[in-house]
C-alpha cells in the first residue's frame, strides 16, 4: 500500500473489555513497531518486529498487552481487561531493510476506555 | 539512559517570523540517529529528516534547517518564513544503535503560527 493503515481509526470500550488493534505495513518493510502516545506526550515505544518475530518488547507495560505478527506483514495489537489508563493513540509504524532508522508512521487508532 | 528533551511546549509566532525548535538529547552510544516529525492535527506523525551521529553538517530543505552539534547534544530545527500551514506539534527523536531501532521521543513542541 501506499502508506502504513491502521483501524480502526477510533475504538471506544468499556472498563474490562478486549481489544485488538490493526496495522498494516508498507508492502515490503520487514520492520514493524508499536507506540502508544497519551494526550501532550510524544509516542512511547511497546514493541518492535522484524519479521514474524517480536525483537524487543520491552516497552509493553505488563501482561494485559500482546501483539503478534504471524505471516511478517499485518501485525495485530492485543489488550486484554482494558483500564481507563490505556486510553491513548497507539501508533504504528514500518521500516525497510534499507533505510531500517527511518521509520514510516499510520495515522494511529485513538483507543478510549470508558 | 536515553533520552530527548523538548523544553519548549508551546511557541506562537506571527506568520513570515522565524522560529527555531529546540531538542536536546542524551545517550551513551557513539552511533545513533536522530529524527524530527511533524505531526498536524490529523495526527500522522510526518518524516522529515534523518541525521546520524557522524554527521554534523547542517542541512537545508527549503524553508527548513537543522542545525546538529555534538559537542552541546543538540539537533535544533529552524523554520524560516513561517507559514500558517507549519502549524502542528513537531518532535525530536533519538534511535541508539544498539536498541533495534527504538525510538526516544521528545514531549514535542506545539507550534502555532499565526496568519
Known amino acids: 500500500g501506499a502508506g502504513v493503515s491502521q483501524t480502526p481509526s477510533n475504538k471506544v470500550t468499556e472498563k474490562g473489555k478486549y481489544v485488538e488493534l490493526r496495522c498494516d505495513p508498507i508492502?515490503?518493510?520487514?520492520?514493524l513497531y508499536w507506540y502508544r502516545q497519551s494526550l501532550g506526550q510524544g509516542p512511547e515505544f511497546l514493541i518492535y518486529f522484524q519479521g514474524t518475530g517480536a525483537a524487543d518488547d520491552s516497552g509493553l507495560p505488563n501482561d494485559r498487552f500482546f501483539a503478534v505478527r504471524p505471516e511478517g506483514s499485518v501485525s495485530t495489537l492485543k489488550i486484554q481487561r482494558t483500564e481507563r489508563g490505556d486510553s491513548a493513540v497507539y501508533l504504528c509504524?514500518?521500516?525497510?531493510?534499507?533505510?531500517?532508522?527511518?521509520?514510516?508512521f499510520g495515522p494511529g487508532t485513538r483507543l478510549t476506555v470508558l | 539512559a536515553q533520552k530527548v528533551t523538548q523544553a519548549q511546549t508551546e511557541i506562537s509566532v506571527v506568520e513570515k517570523e522565524d522560529v527555531t525548535l529546540d531538542c536536546v538529547y542524551e545517550t551513551r552510544d557513539t552511533t545513533y540517529y536522530l529524527f524530527w516529525y511533524k505531526q498536524p492535527p490529523s495526527g500522522e506523525l510526518v518524516f522529515l529528516i534523518r541525521r546520524n551521529s557522524f554527521d554534523e553538517q547542517n542541512e537545508i530543505s527549503g524553508r527548513y534547517s537543522w542545525n546538529f552539534q555534538k559537542s552541546t547534544s543538540s539537533f535544533n530545527f529552524t523554520i524560516t518564513a513561517s507559514q500558517v500551514v507549519d502549524s502542528a506539534v513537531y518532535f525530536c527523536?533519538?534511535?541508539?544503535?544498539?536498541?533495534?531501532?527504538?525510538?526516544?521521543f521528545g514531549t514535542g513542541t506545539s507550534l502555532t503560527v499565526i496568519p
Open positions: 527523536a533519538l534511535s541508539p544503535s544498539n536498541t533495534g531501532n527504538q525510538f526516544y
Open positions: 509504524a514500518s521500516s525497510s531493510p534499507e533505510r531500517a532508522s527511518e521509520q514510516f
Open positions: 508492502s515490503g518493510h520487514t520492520a
